[in-house]
């Protein structure tokens, strides 16, 4: 995935992989294949214009992945050549405190972040799609949040709001909790991240939205006639039509969330451990100190697979669920 | 009429219907706005009143926050970290117009062999995490000495790395007719005249929705600055900032605030200026395919 994209995290990866692009649909005379004599031109013509995606797949993409999956196996300090030692960076990793702690931090930020995110999506987007004066006007200033959030200017915000003292901590004192801030607090910094992450709800409120603009109006009028109220309305209708929606940005926001970085290194105050008592090591952080901080290049690329690994694991168990919630209209438009 | 939940027939009931509704939206909306408004204010506030008050307004608007920043960063001006942000974002906006849309082209316009196996790696590394690639890319562009140059952040833009605007124009460029490029070819045009005269100018709101959002990641983009440029007169706006709160342990939360918001104003005036582009190019992205 292009590298912008992945850890700034906004603009949104597509759709399930498409089918692929099909030739020419039928028709005219002239949409005749080409015959055999213009085949090579036409593969010349296609490899010309490919090139630079095909150097850039080979250069930065594949070629690197078979270099990381070597040094996984290797002592590199990236001075020194790099040394085969088989399994160990990997049983170093399973028996290192901070990898576990890394692994915790990461999983439970993913298991609380994403559905309270999605919830806060679809609710405002189920909101707005009540009417339509005025929506436009929302949805731009719901989504900008999702524009700015992954930068590191939001996340110094974060880190003011949420110190001790600061707004969050005042409003907690005039219900007569002084929790002392989350900053501070190894229990409580976690959620401040999970707040700026639900706070970016406005990317999958937007693609929720289109998604129902596209259920179609008669099934409510139906449904309604029979005497089905708002709730079963929305379980038997809203929520089966917009399952392929729903799955597309359960798979983004999961994948998403695996590797956030900038906004848990602000946050966390930048350091090494990374926020109080390591409670903002997100996987990557750890991941990025050791590699960079520590040249442990061999045992950060060992790191990189076991992600690699666990969102491999992760799309392929939603993938698979699919079939039980996910329904595709069968004669589609 | 898209009324999801509750379709009313009345009119009246849509009236007071609505009321509700404007009054829960913009509920949502103060809740999400909150923390700018706040910033906003706080910029203006003298540096202790900052973190303390739930005031949102400033009772005495001062300005020496934003004036403190013509002092730079670490004795650098921080307009040095907005021009190099500036090269930065730019160079990526026309690496990733020219590649990918080269590469879409090839994708939906030109019948070649292996078409369909490009295609389908093209779609596998959406989803591939970047810091599996993040390692071996840094030894390559150490052994190639280009650490702290903006090659290693501005290559991949021009050889097409970023899958999902590939396939963004894929999606636009699949929907034009072909009878107009088939029309072309019967004149003799050739691949290169019909991509540069017929597809891209029509594939234009593809091109600014992928240039927009390439320009936001850039500008945003932290994690690449931060590997790759390790001299103060090298660093980006998000590196210039980090540098700002680095230095600044002590808090001057004023200075910090007023930095922040400046970082983001790019940001925001490109979001004003095109946020059409972007929100229909990003709900479109969720349903096609």
Request: aromatic content about 12%; charged content about 15%; hydrophobic content about 50%.
């Amino acid at each position: 995935m292009g590298r912008t994209v992945t850890h700034t995290g906004h603009a949104p990866p597509p759709a399930p992989p498409a089918p692929s692009p099909r030739p020419v649909p039928g028709g005219a005379a002239r949409n005749a294949p080409p015959n055999c004599a213009q085949q090579p031109r036409e593969n010349l013509a296609g490899y010309l214009f490919m090139s630079p995606w095909i150097a850039g797949f080979l250069l930065l993409t594949a070629g690197p992945m078979a270099a990381s999956l070597y040094f996984a196996f290797t002592d590199y300090n990236l001075f020194d050549a790099p040394r085969w030692i088989g399994l160990q960076n990997f049983s170093d990793m399973f028996a290192d405190p901070r990898w576990q702690k890394s692994v915790e931090v990461t999983v439970k930020y993913v298991v609380i972040g994403t559905p309270l995110k999605l919830a806060a999506a679809l609710g405002v987007a189920l909101l707005l799609a009540q009417s339509r004066r005025g929506q436009a006007f929302y949805r731009a200033a719901f989504y900008a949040p999702s524009l700015i959030g992954a930068s590191v200017s939001v996340a110094v915000v974060w880190r003011a709001l949420f110190t001790d003292d600061a707004v969050v901590d005042r409003t907690q004192q005039l219900f007569g909790m002084d929790a002392g801030g989350w900053v501070g607090d190894p229990d409580m910094i976690l959620y401040a991240l999970v707040a700026l992450t639900v706070w970016q709800f406005g990317a999958p409120m937007v693609i929720f939205l289109a998604g129902l603009k596209q259920v179609p109006r008669e099934l409510y009028e139906a449904a309604e006639m029979d005497g089905a109220g708002p709730w079963r309305r929305f379980w038997n209708i809203t929520l089966p039509m917009i399952s392929p929606v729903l799955f597309f940005n359960v798979l983004l926001e999961t994948i998403h969330s695996f590797q956030i970085f900038g906004s848990a290194y602000i946050l966390g105050g930048q350091g090494n451990p990374c926020g109080p008592a390591d409670a903002t090591l997100v996987y990557t952080c750890y991941l990025y100190q050791q590699g960079f901080e520590n040249s442990r290049m061999g045992f950060a690329s060992a790191m990189a697979w076991m992600l690699l690994i666990a969102v491999g694991l992760v799309t392929a168990v939603l993938f698979w669920s699919q079939k039980r919630w996910v329904h595709y209209e069968e004669n589609a438009r | 009429m898209t009324l999801t939940l509750d379709p009313t027939s009345s009119n009246r009931r849509r009236h007071a219907g609505s009321l509700g509704w404007h009054l829960g939206a913009l509920a949502v909306l103060a809740v999400v706005l909150y923390p700018v408004v706040w910033v906003l204010g706080g910029s203006f506030k003298p540096g202790n009143e900052i973190i303390g008050s739930l005031d949102l307004l400033p009772t005495d608007p001062i300005v020496a926050n934003y004036t403190r920043l013509t002092e730079g960063i670490a004795g650098i001006p921080i307009s040095t970290f907005f021009v190099n942000s500036t090269i930065l974002a730019v160079g990526s906006v026309g690496g990733v117009v020219i590649s990918c849309s080269l590469a879409a082209y090839a994708f939906t316009r030109i019948r070649f062999a292996g078409r369909n196996l490009l295609f389908t790696l093209m779609i596998g590394t959406l989803l591939l995490p970047y810091h599996v690639l993040m390692i071996p890319q840094y030894v390559l562009f150490q052994k190639l000495e280009l650490i702290n140059t903006m090659v290693p952040l501005l290559l991949g833009k021009y050889l097409a790395v970023d899958a999902f605007f590939v396939f963004l124009m894929v999606q636009f460029m699949r929907a034009l007719p072909k009878e107009l490029d088939e029309a072309a070819r019967l004149d003799g045009c050739g691949h290169l005249r019909i991509y540069w005269s017929i597809v891209l100018p029509l594939c234009r709101p593809a091109l600014i929705t992928s240039a927009i959002f390439t320009f936001i990641n850039a500008w945003n983009d932290f994690m690449g600055p931060l590997l790759y440029l390790n001299e103060p007169e090298k660093y980006t706006v998000s590196l210039g900032l980090k540098m700002f709160v680095d230095q600044d342990a002590v808090a001057d939360y004023g200075g910090m605030i007023a930095m922040s918001l400046v970082a983001l104003l790019p940001v925001l005036a490109f979001f004003l200026a095109f946020q059409r582009y972007l929100i229909d190019g990003m709900a479109t992205s969720g349903l096609k395919g």
